[in-house]
Nanobody, 127 residues
Framework: QVQLVESGGGLVQAGGSLRLSCAASGRAFSRYTMGWFRQAPGKEREFVAAITWSGNTYYADSVKGRFTISRDNAKNTVYLQMNSLKPEDTAVYYC?????????????????????WGQGTQVTVSS
C-alpha cells in the first residue's frame, strides 16, 4: 500500500514563499510521475504541477514561473517550491502518484490518472 504524506503548508503573506514536501512509502518511487494538485473552498480540484519519472516537468499556467516541482528519488520525496505567493494560491494542496509507472507525459495534468493521494496540506496566503 502506498502512502503519501504532505508537509510544509502554513500561513504566509502575499509575496512570500513556502516549500511543500511529499514523502511516499512503497517501492519503485522513481518509476512514477508525481503531481501536485490544489483545491480552494467552493472550487474543483485543479492541477498545479507534475514531474515525470524521466524528470520532465509541467505546470499550470497560473503558477508557471513562480512554482518549481522537483523530486529526490533517494528520499522518495517530491517537493513544490512556491515563490511570489498570491492570495489566489490559497487552497489545500495534495500530492498524488500516477497510476502507471513509466507513463507517457500527455496525461500528467489529469487528476483522473492518479490513484494515490495524500491527505492534503493547507496553504493560506494573506493579502
Amino acid at each position: 500500500q502506498v502512502q503519501l504524506v504532505e508537509s510544509g503548508g502554513g500561513l504566509v503573506q502575499a509575496g512570500g514563499s513556502l516549500r511543500l514536501s511529499c514523502a511516499a512509502s512503497g517501492r519503485a518511487f522513481s518509476r512514477y510521475t508525481m503531481g501536485w494538485f490544489r483545491q480552494a473552498p467552493g472550487k474543483e480540484r485543479e492541477f498545479v504541477a507534475a514531474i515525470t519519472w524521466s524528470g520532465n516537468t509541467y505546470y499550470a499556467d497560473s503558477v508557471k514561473g513562480r512554482f518549481t516541482i522537483s523530486r529526490d528519488n533517494a528520499k522518495n520525496t517530491v517537493y513544490l517550491q512556491m515563490n511570489s505567493l498570491k492570495p489566489e494560491d490559497t487552497a489545500v494542496y495534495y500530492c498524488a502518484r500516477y497510476s502507471d509507472y513509466y507513463s507517457d507525459d500527455e496525461k500528467a495534468s489529469s487528476a483522473n490518472e492518479y490513484n494515490y493521494w495524500g491527505q492534503g496540506t493547507q496553504v493560506t496566503v494573506s493579502s
